[in-house]
């Protein structure tokens, strides 16, 4: 009896863990996922959004750094990870 008393106070702990799971770990691994794919698919001529709301055409990219022309003869340098979104993926 003492054994199987223990066993049923595992269970909601093991059900909480689980909801857990499925609700925030797992969504979050797919979403990081994506967006390392995402990062890593980027070429030059890409149109896309920076985390601080600039939008710009890529011009040129050196392994971790990117160039990116945000207006005619205007260009600033920034890391891949500052990137928010590809638009002209974006359908």
Excluded: C, H, W
């Excluded at 609700?23 to 601080?52: F, H, S, V, W, Y």
């Amino acid at each position: 009896m003492n054994q199987n008393s223990a066993f049923m106070q595992f269970i909601p702990l093991a059900a909480i863990m689980l909801i857990f799971y499925f609700l925030l770990i797992r969504p979050q691994q797919k979403q990081l996922k994506e967006r390392k794919k995402m990062l890593e698919a980027i070429k030059t001529g890409d149109k896309i959004l920076t985390n601080g709301g600039i939008i710009g055409t890529i011009s040129a990219i050196r392994e971790e750094e990117l160039e990116l022309e945000i207006a005619k003869g205007v260009k600033i340098t920034l890391v891949r990870s500052a990137v928010a979104s590809v638009l002209n993926q974006i359908k």
